[in-house]
């Protein structure tokens, strides 16, 4: 690409100096047009990346809305766990309390032997059923917990690109400026150009002067 050069001197018109300095000023005319072209094309790339990261950007901010859901619902699943940990500990003050009883009753009759040993079963199957409650609860809190962290770590992944389009737009973008700086500065050399090539071909030119013949 011609970066303007040297303006040949103003001749005066029709010459062939004339006709240089008018395909000179064209040249610069297509020079302008190609470094503005350029500068579209960086401010186009500059507008791509800066769309996918703002797509990207978005898509950070739902898995983060997701994790932080996740995680309060692991919170909630715990909470639970207490409750179960106190029928627990019930349950086994209950199986103490009976077998203390019958250990320091008079020796019972044989129903009453067999009902105190149905309830004590039946209290450690309740206790068990709870435990794996305890222990399911758990398995779920660390379900909701890997679910979160999973997402956490693609929002991580995510910022990365974020930041390589983020300097990928910037790039592009001083790349479309000093394009447009280079064109506009061309232009206006130009504009001085073509004013002053005007100026010199509205200049009428100079008719000699002869005298008349003189008669004999």
Request: aromatic letters at 2%; hydrophobic letters at 30%; proline letters at 6%.
């Amino acid at each position: 690409m011609a970066s303007g050069g040297t303006p040949p001197d103003a001749p005066g018109p029709g010459t062939p100096l004339a006709a240089r300095r008018s395909r000179w000023i064209g040249q610069q005319y297509a020079d302008i047009t190609k470094l503005r072209e350029h500068a579209a094309r960086h401010d186009r790339a500059s507008s791509r990346a800066q769309q996918r990261a703002a797509r990207i950007s978005t898509r950070i901010e739902k898995l983060r809305h997701q994790a932080t859901l996740l995680r309060e619902k692991g919170q909630k699943v715990l909470a639970e766990i207490p409750e179960f940990e106190q029928q627990i500990k019930q349950h086994e003050r209950d199986i103490n309390a009976s077998t203390t009883q019958r250990q320091s009753a008079a020796p019972p009759g044989q129903g009453h032997t067999v009902a105190m040993t149905s309830d004590v079963t039946s209290l450690h199957y309740r206790i068990r059923k709870l435990q794996q409650k305890v222990v399911d609860k758990q398995q779920k809190t660390r379900h909701l917990e890997l679910r979160a962290a999973q997402k956490t770590q693609k929002t991580a992944e995510l910022k990365v690109k974020v930041d390589r389009y983020t300097e990928v737009a910037r790039l592009e973008e001083q790349e479309a400026n000093a394009y447009r700086q280079r064109a506009d500065r061309l232009q206006a050399a130009s504009e001085s150009d073509v004013s002053s090539h005007l100026t010199a071909t509205a200049v009428p030119p100079t008719i000699p002067n002869h005298e008349p013949p003189r008669l004999p």
